[in-house]
């Protein structure tokens, strides 16, 4: 059996667009029947934001310096 997204996104890599990332998961989830869904939003968001922060997109989250 072939698995498959059940959606897909692809977001700029900018801390603005985590907060889209936790709403598009939890729609995501509720039209798929789950009504849970506070820990899939809380992991997108961590997932999401670790992704921006380690993307070479650090100067979002500091003063504008980079190591």
């Not at 900018?14 to 039209?31: E, G, I, K, N, Y």
Request: aromatic share 4%; charged share 20%; hydrophobic share 45%.
């Amino acid at each position: 059996m072939t698995e498959r997204a059940l959606m897909d996104l692809t977001i700029p890599g900018s801390p603005a667009w985590v907060c889209l990332v936790r709403r598009w998961v939890a729609d995501a989830l509720t039209v798929a029947g789950h009504h849970d869904v506070d820990g899939a939003r809380l992991i997108a968001s961590e997932l999401a934001g670790n992704a921006v922060l380690h993307t070479g997109r650090v100067e979002a989250f500091s003063d504008g310096e980079t190591e």
